[in-house]
């Protein structure tokens, strides 16, 4: 059998979710032989192909290290290992626009590495009719990830952004993915490294001429 009939069910779970609450926790959704080429690249990665991360345009580093602390990696076709991910996201795509018809057109996602006290504040991932990122996704690649770790992301209610929904341990192979623009989150201080990837699906729009903050 294929990784990809493998990740019907789950697939399947993840669009019911998202079509009643908006958001999806998975455990299931990504394949082990996935997981093990992520952790593989993780490996061959070094400190050095991290970049501080931006929140777009118009802020400098110093207004950027309040808000988040982490390192990126952008995920690219023309590797093998993150190839693996990235068709596999591809598949989601497909899957849920059938089902669900969110016109997703393409999806963008890097690694991120939190070292220890690294934080991402309460954020949105999107706003509403300014950007064309619709759905994001985050995959954790924490083996062993204790409770002393925190390193918890922490979801807040669309309705209430003060009301906390749920949290998230960042646990191996757990998948979450969300309404960009619904579900305001954050990352609670890290005390271990902690490694995952996010990304986005976009649709293809082009919205009130602006251009989406640039990697
Ligand atoms: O790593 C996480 O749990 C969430 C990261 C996040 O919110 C982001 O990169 O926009
Ligand atoms: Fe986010």
């Known amino acids: ?37 992520l952790e593989a690249r993780l490996n061959e990665l070094d400190h050095d192909s991290f970049d501080v991360a931006g929140i777009g345009r118009q802020t400098d580093h110093a207004t950027n290290a309040t808000i988040r602390r982490d390192k990126i990696h952008w995920l690219d076709n023309n590797n093998e290992l ?10 989601l795509q497909q899957f849920v626009n059938r089902r669900l018809f969110m016109g997703l057109f393409s999806y963008e996602s890097h ?10 504040k309460k954020h949105l991932d999107a706003f509403k009719g300014k950007t064309n990122r619709v759905l994001t996704t985050v995959l954790y690649l924490n083996n062993n990830w204790q409770p002393e770790f925190g390193g918890e992301l922490v979801v807040y209610s669309p309705d209430n952004h003060d009301e906390e929904l749920l949290r998230v341990t960042p646990a191996f192979g757990t998948f979450v993915t969300f309404l960009s623009d619904e579900f305001p989150h954050e990352v609670l201080p890290a005390q271990h490294t902690r490694f995952s990837i996010a990304g986005w699906f976009r649709v293809n729009a082009s919205l009130n001429g602006d251009i989406d903050p640039p990697r």
């Open 1 to 37: 059998m294929q990784a990809s009939e493998l990740s019907i069910e789950p697939f399947e779970q993840i669009a019911e979710d998202l079509y009643t609450k908006g958001i999806s926790i998975s455990t299931n959704a990504i394949p082990l032989k996935v997981l093990r080429a």
């Open 82 to 91: 993150e190839l693996s991910y990235l068709e596999h996201m591809g598949q």
């Open 111 to 120: 690694f991120a590495t939190y070292q220890q006290g690294d934080f991402y």
